[in-house]
């Protein structure tokens, strides 16, 4: 119980850090027997002091309350975070209320006397028990013997707490539900129910209370996740949560549990915009960390049947399943041509939320091939899947709902084919607009495609549901862009042949080219078979066109032709940075100064998107493949795929749900929250001036020593006074002592930990130019804390969803 020892002690190094104290309130501990009973101020605090139970008011100064449990003791002080209402529905006159346990094991609240709200239970063994857990379960027991009558647990409001389920139970024809509050003021419960669907293949969804119709879906369980919420694997890097899943004859149920103090603050509400946030208490306040719906796809059926929904950063497109096309008499895609029982082909699409499983049947854990050929013999079957976890091979019947693609994650989806259907080419997508073919270079038309584009979404909004709409970011109008028409740029690069390929991205390949006039160019290609592609093209172009810096990759124009976006960029002789600074010959070529010019330059054109540009943009991959260097060894940031934009100066902190980026590069808020700022920018940049100082890679850094990663480990040099070791050798004498300890040093104070403790891009700028004392980093960065049990060191799951 060590563990437990270690959560009391570190919970009560909280409590005692607070200044604040409940005034006025008496606990009687965390129990309360038969014949007893609690009046207003009187509350019943968990034996470890995690939660409190007693009357609340969501609403300052009212002389009525409920009953509910909350944190005890945790921020925001002013609003409590209740986590559970036993009268939801009607609040009591707190001066006449009392909640009283029977001798016979009944929890009732009485006001003026009356029964307002009661568990309706008895004990046999008259020697009832309520107790107040840790975990935050109301538990309500027969005297010693450990039966449960009644528990908080069963009855959950609009929080899931870690322990408690969510799912339903055979033996008595119930499931385990949610109902948000009706507003922030008002418990009672309010529109929607989110619950698990216990069909065939059980899927967890939101409901409208009054249609009964479906509004979201997280999709089935595949043993680690859900697979419709793939962002819910990346949690798993919050470390010591384990999801838990089961599912037998008596019931089905999903459930979090905690290992540690830290991930034991967590809940998962459904709040009244119907949308479920999972919150973590940080040690000073609560972050959502994971958000469902996070964006259009994630709403029920949203581009209509058989049509796949994918969103990209500024707009969300609808494209047919193969097969289909769209249809005037539903919302969605129809059959072009019947399927038949004979008809054995299939088209395979990837990473997708396998459709609505109310209609379809888990054949078990069997082989793809086995999974085909039993679809195969059925002839209703239109489309297979086999994902991980319980449910194995499965097979639909019918129209195909609610199906939408992800950048990474998900699962394939194998749809059959109508006999004649040999092609496998893809449905374009509808939301793009095919231009006619441009004659001549220099043609402006890159800005109206992206206006057309824009209206278009409007229209494929008009599929939506009833419901809330998720934010969108605003673009403001582009700069007209040169357009360079396709047949030009296949003459410069000699048809994108292999010889040209400079390198590959995220989203596609770069080609070198050469224009008539002589001009190099360098061409980013995205792939066709990108689903994502367009919207990261258009969030590139539309960013980098209005970006204009000297350590900026400029572009020069643009081509969309049919399926092909392509990106016109300056020409970099030398490639990328970490062509240079891993590569055993080609470092030497790169002296101190030479390097000094480069963190510089960086830095220059870092605080030219954080601050300096008409845009605040945050790159949120930066890392030296993305840095560039022109012929005499200038950088130039490249690579605005998953950038943002932050107008204003008020979201300098946004959650995302989705972390995007490279490993080794992330910042620890980026990984375990999501969380994204300017200052996890600096992070990066901080991580890469180590690695052209060191010459090592952080991510496979080694030494003797494999529980530090490059971090740890410059950090624990510096500590030693021998911060000089960490030079690559291919530096020889060539450094100035006092400018790459300034850079060390200002390197450990962008690692840290604690993202207010980074310095902005100005200060950056000030600390390379000024000849002061710097400041002292606090901390040892506990990524390399983390690194000790490998879980990060060797990783090797792909979190680089759009990296290289
Ligand atoms: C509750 O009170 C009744 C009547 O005073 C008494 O008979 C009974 O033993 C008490 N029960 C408990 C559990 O104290
Ligand atoms: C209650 O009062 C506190 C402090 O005066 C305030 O911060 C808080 O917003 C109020 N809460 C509500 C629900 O009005
Ligand atoms: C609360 O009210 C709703 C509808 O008004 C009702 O369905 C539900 O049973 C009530 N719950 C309780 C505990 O009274
Ligand atoms: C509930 O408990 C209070 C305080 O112990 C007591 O005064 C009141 O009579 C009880 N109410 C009922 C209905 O038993
Ligand atoms: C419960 O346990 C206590 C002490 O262990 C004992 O004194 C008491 O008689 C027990 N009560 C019942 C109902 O078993
Ligand atoms: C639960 O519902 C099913 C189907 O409606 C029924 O067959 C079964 O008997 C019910 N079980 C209980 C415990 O009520
Ligand atoms: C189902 O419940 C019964 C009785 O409640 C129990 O005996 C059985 O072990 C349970 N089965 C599983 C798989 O939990
Ligand atoms: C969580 O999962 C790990 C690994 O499967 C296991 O060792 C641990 O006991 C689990 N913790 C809890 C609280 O279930
Ligand atoms: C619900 O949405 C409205 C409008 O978008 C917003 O003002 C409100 O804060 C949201 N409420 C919650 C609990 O997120
Ligand atoms: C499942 O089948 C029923 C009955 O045919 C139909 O009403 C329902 O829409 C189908 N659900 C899905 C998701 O296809």
């Not at 059980?202 to 879906?217: E, I, M, Q």
Request: net charge neutral; with cysteine.
């Amino acid at each position: 119980m060590a563990r437990m020892q270690l959560f009391l002690l570190q919970f009560f190094e909280i409590v005692l850090a607070e200044t604040f104290f409940l005034l006025g309130q008496s606990s009687s501990g965390d129990i309360l027997l038969g014949n007893n009973s609690l009046i207003d101020g009187q509350t019943l605090i968990s034996m470890g002091s995690v939660f409190q139970l007693g009357f609340f008011s969501p609403v300052n100064n009212s002389a009525t309350a409920y009953i509910g449990i909350w944190y005890y003791n945790l921020p925001p002080r002013e609003n409590k975070v209740v986590v559970w209402v036993a009268n939801r529905n009607k609040s009591v006159d707190t001066s006449m209320a009392s909640l009283n346990l029977t001798s016979d094991g009944n929890l009732i609240l009485f006001e003026k006397g009356i029964k307002f709200w009661s568990t309706g239970t008895s004990a046999e063994l008259n020697s009832p028990r309520l107790q107040l857990l840790d975990s935050g379960n109301l538990a309500l027991t027969d005297g010693n013997s450990s039966r449960t009558l009644w528990q908080s647990f069963d009855h959950g409001c609009d929080t899931l707490l870690p322990g408690m389920k969510i799912g339903f139970d055979f033996r008595t024809n119930t499931s385990w539900q949610f109902m948000p509050w009706m507003s922030a003021t008002d418990p009672s419960p309010g529109k929607y129910v989110a619950k698990m669907e216990a069909y065939n293949v059980p899927d967890f969804f939101t409901l409208s209370v009054d249609r009964y119709a479906k509004l979201g879906r997280t999709g089935p369980w595949n043993g680690q996740w859900f697979t419709g919420l793939p962002t819910m694997g990346n949690s798993i890097l919050v470390r010591n949560v384990n999801f838990t899943y089961v599912s037998n004859q008596n019931e089905t149920y999903y459930m979090t549990e905690y290992q540690t103090r830290s991930s034991r603050l967590n809940r998962l509400v459904v709040d009244a915009n119907l949308t479920y946030k999972r919150w973590i208490f940080d040690g000073r306040d609560w972050r959502v960390f994971l958000s469902f719906p996070s964006d259009d796809c994630d709403y029920y059926n949203h581009c209509g049947r058989n049509s796949v929904c994918t969103k990209g950063y500024y707009s969300t497109s609808c494209r047919c399943l193969e097969g289909f096309v769209e249809n005037k008499n539903v919302v969605g895609c129809a059959r072009k041509e019947p399927l038949l029982c004979s008809s054995n082909q299939f088209s395979k699409e990837q990473n997708m939320k396998v459709p609505d499983t109310e209609n379809a049947t888990s054949r078990g854990k069997i082989s793809l091939d086995a999974c085909k050929k039993l679809c195969l013999d059925d002839c209703s079957c239109v489309a297979y899947a086999v994902i991980n976890g319980p449910y194995g091979c499965i097979t639909w019947r019918g129209e195909l709902l609610d199906l939408r693609s992800f950048i990474d994650g998900g699962d394939d989806l194998y749809i059959r084919l109508p006999e004649s259907s040999t092609s496998n080419w893809k449905e374009p997508v509808w939301a793009i607009v095919v231009i006619p073919v441009s004659l001549g270079i220099l043609v402006l038309c890159c800005a109206g495609v992206l206006a057309r584009r824009r209206r278009n979404r409007a229209s494929t909004s008009r599929l939506q549901l009833q419901f809330p709409k998720v934010q969108k970011d605003s673009i403001s109008t582009l700069d007209v862009l040169p357009s360079y028409d396709l047949r030009t740029i296949k003459a410069a690069t000699n048809d994108f042949s292999e010889r040209n390929k400079l390198g590959e991205g995220g989203f596609g390949i770069v080609y070198k080219g050469q224009l008539d006039d002589e001009q190099k160019i360098a061409v980013k290609k995205l792939s066709r078979y990108s689903s994502q592609g367009p919207d990261e093209f258009q969030n590139e172009l539309s960013l980098i066109a209005k970006l204009q810096h000297r350590n900026l990759v400029r572009l020069l124009g643009c081509c969309m032709e049919g399926d092909e976006r392509l990106l016109i960029l300056e020409y970099m002789e030398n490639k990328s940075l970490d062509a240079f600074i891993y590569d055993k010959t080609k470092s030497s070529l790169l002296n101190w100064q030479k390097r000094f010019n480069i963190i510089i330059g960086i830095a220059r054109g870092l605080l030219y998107l954080h601050q300096d540009s008409r845009l605040r943009v945050i790159h949120r991959d930066l890392k030296p493949s993305n840095i560039l260097l022109d012929k005499d060894m200038n950088p130039k940031i490249s690579d605005f795929g998953i950038a943002r934009i932050f107008e204003g100066d008020n979201a300098l902190e946004d959650a995302t749900t989705r972390p995007v980026g490279t490993f080794g590069y992330m910042a620890p808020e980026y990984i375990s929250y999501g969380l994204f700022s300017f200052k996890s920018d600096v992070f990066s940049f901080g991580v890469i001036v180590l690695e052209i100082i060191s010459g090592k890679k952080n991510r496979i850094f080694s030494q003797t020593d494999t529980s530090l990663n490059l971090l740890g480990h410059v950090y624990k040099l510096w500590k030693e006074g021998r911060s000089l070791e960490i030079l690559d050798d291919a530096l020889n004498e060539s450094y100035t002592t006092e400018e790459v300890l300034r850079c060390i040093q200002m390197s450990l104070l962008c690692i840290q930990d604690n993202s207010e403790d980074r310095p902005t891009m100005t200060e950056v700028m000030t600390m390379l130019a000024s000849e002061d004392q710097l400041l002292t980093p606090l901390k040892q960065p506990t990524i390399t804390t983390t690194n000790s049990d490998g879980s990060f060191a060797t990783n090797e799951m792909s979190f680089t969803l759009v990296g290289r």
